[in-house]
């Protein structure tokens, strides 16, 4: 499974290249392009190459520094360069970021460097990118477009609501739950020394970025674009490089063209112009990585040093609270792990779309860290020949079961109508990163155990709660201004759907209602019962009626099969109903009461509401029932509903049920493996509960029965949080470590 894994992710990724490239490709004339390179002038070319080597130095310098100081190696920097070449070099053929851990470690292997620190410092890598390559974008495309083209962009965004609110919800972590060990971590990751280095590497970032920066304008002037200022070619090279270093595409290619062609085009610049110089661009860099290589392949002259390094294992305590005691060895492997489980619990409920011309992009902060952790998974298998995490076999062959049946679908709907861009991009790519999100949920309750699955639970509860309540606030504070624009009609979170909100929202009630019997023997909960209470308030506001049958026939049915603490839950939804009364009723009529003349927006919008066409729904039900008695067995195949655009206007849309959607594109073949199978099994393992129900099994009886539910009127198969969360509790399955202090 994890060949095919590896495989699916190279093909989409592939797939994405090319088709942006031949996009890019589609706006000019090839002859017209291959004009611009008959008068090259060679001198910039040549100041381009060494700006790409004066790039590579000083990635390698990076590298070496993070490899003493996240696996206590002292690492020789000739081997260090030739691994950064070797990741660069894997890098021309998959995603960079799944490149770079390959080819790196297939180096640093013999010098016992373990696969969790060179992915770890590929995911510090990567964050420093963002954050320093973001500011450069900032000041670039401000720059360029100027601050007003910014603030528009950051508002369609949503990107300072979802700062603001991300950062609320980790000072709520720390603030509602005991995170002793976290506590301990997160200060001697605040220390001085710990800052300074990082300073250090935000420099030599810094350095390496703008000399990718000066490679781009090198190229510019060598092809001949001279009537655009270098620091207007500057700007755009930050857009650009910025852009084109994303995890989307191999090596940058068809992203680095679309967004030359567009940011050259606001400018006046001719689209070939745009598309040659990022073309040259792609190629002096491969050309480089290609020339270095055979130094990078080459066996050294004399035997190199090796040093013990413990592989990924489970966490012990920390003797001392210097940095090597968190950073270094097993604890820190450990560490890393959990680092990204509580990250993407973190992230995982913002997805923002980003404009890109007259089309919008949407990315998903957790989805990274669902490829790293996929990726580090991927590895481990083969090269330790184990899973990094213990979950039931059935469990792994259902996945595999899945893998099979999408797989299947998919060659079906080849043959009979071709691949379609949903079918490709949304469902099979959508799936490799949902088998991340299962890994990473699995391998931090692995290495964790009841401590992990924990604090991915006060984590996804909070951050649930608190990104509610502030979108109620931002939401009345925008009815009291009427000021409308910067927020959705619907309540929707940052999900951009509030039936998938109200989805997410239902997982997070079960999962908190599970830990209700826990949280009961505390002195104090109300904090715990606020944010239960704010869950309960966050599905009602969703105005989803499928959301709210399901959350009050959860509530119910935990409730009689004693699976909950009564009074907990008693004082969450008694919160939960006086918060409502407070928002319909209380809030209108204070407003009305204080304000003699009240804003005609915001008389027109009160609820910030618009309702679904539920004539499209029931026609994809009608739709995908007929579609599965034309192919009972076997199915249409994936994509076979969206592709025929029966939605308003044409438009795409997708089968309002989990189950039709599954009979009418797989067939009885994909209902028996998908729904039928597991079924069973989970029926069978239910039957054989014992008295005292634990916590994962709460949690997963929930969890399923959320998912029965709202699917049935509902497409939401490929909801992050389920998998990630079903990931989790089947690793809680099998608890190989004691408690940890909580």
């Not at 006060?458 to 201004?481: G, Y």
């Not at 759907?497 to 104090?524: C, D, E, H, K």
Request: net charge positive; charged share 10%.
């Amino acid at each position: 499974m994890q060949s095919l894994q590896k495989s699916g992710r190279l093909v989409l990724s592939l797939c994405l290249t090319v088709g942006l490239f031949l996009y890019a490709f589609q706006t000019v004339e090839i002859s017209d392009l291959t004009a611009r390179y008959t008068n090259l002038s060679w001198p910039f070319v040549g100041a381009g190459i060494a700006a790409i080597i004066a790039n590579i130095f000083m990635g390698t310098v990076r590298f070496h520094k993070m490899i003493g100081f996240f696996s206590a190696l002292n690492v020789p920097f000739t081997r260090t360069l030739k691994a950064n070449i070797a990741g660069l070099a894997s890098s021309l053929f998959l995603i960079n970021i799944v490149g770079s851990i390959l080819g790196r470690y297939a180096l640093l292997r013999k010098m016992n460097v373990s696969v969790a620190a060179i992915t770890a410092i590929v995911t510090a890598e990567r964050a420093l990118l963002v954050v320093i390559g973001g500011s450069l974008f900032v000041l670039g495309w401000s720059a360029l477009l100027g601050f007003d083209a910014l603030f528009q962009a950051m508002r369609e965004m949503a990107l300072l609501e979802a700062a603001l609110a991300l950062t609320l919800c980790l000072a709520a972590v720390f603030t509602v739950f005991r995170w002793k060990h976290e506590i301990r971590v997160l200060t001697v990751a605040l220390s001085w020394d710990v800052i300074g280095k990082t300073l250090g590497l935000a420099v030599l970032t810094l350095l390496a970025l703008a000399a990718m920066m000066a490679t781009f304008v090198f190229c510019a002037l060598a092809i001949g674009i001279e009537d655009v200022n270098l620091v207007r070619l500057a700007a755009i090279a930050a857009i650009v490089v910025f852009v084109s270093g994303l995890p989307i595409s191999i090596n940058g290619w068809g992203v680095r063209e679309v967004t030359s062609i567009f940011v050259f085009g606001e400018i006046g610049v001719p689209a070939t112009d745009a598309l040659a110089l990022s073309v040259l661009v792609g190629i002096i860099s491969t050309f480089t990585v290609i020339c270095l290589l055979p130094f990078a392949l080459s066996k050294p002259k004399q035997q190199e040093p090796v040093q013990d390094q413990p592989s990924l294992s489970r966490p012990t305590a920390p003797s001392d609270r210097s940095s090597g005691g968190y950073f270094h060895a097993r604890q820190f492997d450990s560490n890393f792990l959990l680092v990204l489980g509580v990250s993407a619990s973190l992230f995982i409920f913002v997805t923002l779309h980003i404009p890109i011309g007259d089309s919008l992009i949407a990315i998903n902060f957790a989805d990274p860290i669902a490829i790293i952790a996929l990726s580090l998974a991927v590895l481990t298998a083969v090269i330790q020949r184990r899973l990094p995490f213990r979950v039931p076999r059935l469990f792994l062959a259902w996945l595999g079961m899945l893998s099979a049946v999408l797989v299947f679908g998919f060659v079906n709907g080849w043959a009979r109508f071709g691949i379609t861009d949903w079918a490709l991009s949304n469902r099979l790519m959508g799936w490799g990163v949902l088998l991340g999100y299962t890994t990473l949920g699995a391998m931090v309750v692995t290495h964790w155990g009841r401590h992990g699955l924990r604090r991915l639970c006060e984590t996804i509860l909070t951050t649930a709660a608190i990104i509610v309540l502030f979108d109620l606030i931002h939401r009345e504070a925008a009815l009291h201004i009427a000021s409308l624009d910067t927020i959705a009609s619907n309540f929707e979170g940052f999900s951009t759907n509030r039936n998938a909100f109200a989805f997410q929202l239902l997982i997070v009630l079960g999962i908190g209602l599970a830990y209700s019997r826990l949280f009961a023997r505390s002195s104090t909960t109300w904090g715990y019962e606020v944010l239960l209470g704010l869950v309960m308030i966050g599905v009602w506001r969703t105005y989803s009626n499928t959301g709210m049958v399901t959350g009050i026939a959860l509530i119910a049915v935990l409730s009689a099969l004693r699976l909950v603490d009564l009074r907990i839950a008693i004082k969450a939804v008694t919160l939960a109903v006086l918060g409502i009364a407070l928002i319909a009723y209380g809030i209108p009529v204070a407003r009305d009461f204080l304000a003699d003349d009240q804003p005609a927006a915001t008389l027109a919008v009160s609820n910030l509401f618009r309702e679904g066409q539920q004539f499209e729904r029931w026609l994809t039900l009608e739709g995908g029932w007929e579609m599965w008695l034309s192919n009972p067995v076997f199915g249409s195949g994936l994509g076979a509903f969206y592709r025929l655009g029966v939605g308003e206007h044409g438009g795409n849309i997708v089968i309002h049920s989990t189950p039709l959607w599954i009979l009418a594109e797989f067939g009885l073949v994909g209902i028996i493996f998908a729904v039928i199978i597991p079924t069973l099994v989970l029926g069978k393992f239910l039957l054989e509960l014992p008295a005292r129900v634990s916590i994962p099994t709460v949690i997963g009886i929930s969890v399923c029965f959320v998912f029965a539910v709202f699917g049935l009127l509902h497409d939401i198969a490929f909801q992050r949080l389920y998998w990630f969360t079903l990931g989790a509790i089947a690793a809680a399955y099998f608890y190989q470590t004691p408690s940890k202090t909580r």
